[in-house]
């Protein structure tokens, strides 16, 4: 599937811009994937941690929510909520996705259990 390998790889070079230092440049590159494909967790999900990064709570939490409503059981886009809501101040939101984070990686280790675990500490 071309497409998707093109989007993947155009969130690989944004991530790589911001890496490099230019937030600016990572986020527009993202902003433009999530327009032309809104069903692409990946995107969402990068879009999120970088407006993290920079202190942008308000936006990281709209891209996280976008990836969350995609894939609600991923590990990590509910860790990445616990900690945005932190940020934002909510003791209760953060820890109940910091819950999700956990059981979603209690599945993960059902599922798997021969593989090394990500050993998730979300109690903060």
Same mark, same amino acid.
């Not at 911001?18 to 995107?43: Q, R, Y």
């Not at 860790?79 to 209690?106: C, M, N, P, V, Y």
């Given at each position: ?42 995107? =969402?999900?990068? %879009? ?5 990064? +920079?202190?942008?709570? $308000?936006? #990281?939490?709209? /891209?996280?929510? !976008? ?17 945005? =809501?932190?940020? %934002? ?5 953060? +820890?109940?996705?910091? $819950?999700? #984070?956990?059981? /979603?990686?209690? !599945? ?17």
């Amino acid at each position: 599937m071309p497409d998707l390998e093109e989007t993947q790889s155009a969130i690989e070079d944004a991530t790589f811009d911001f890496t490099m230092g230019d937030a600016c440049i990572a986020l527009s590159k993202l902003e433009n994937i999530v327009e032309s494909h809104p069903d692409s967790f990946a995107a =969402w999900h990068a %879009l999120c941690e970088i407006r993290y990064s +920079e202190k942008q709570y $308000a936006e #990281a939490l709209q /891209a996280a929510e !976008k990836a969350h409503a995609l894939d609600s059981d991923d590990l990590f886009i509910n860790t990445s909520l616990s900690r945005i =809501w932190l940020e %934002l101040g909510s003791k209760e939101k953060a +820890e109940h996705f910091g $819950a999700q #984070a956990k059981i /979603a990686d209690w !599945k993960e280790q059902l599922k798997n259990p021969d593989q090394e675990q990500t050993g998730l500490d979300v109690s903060g």
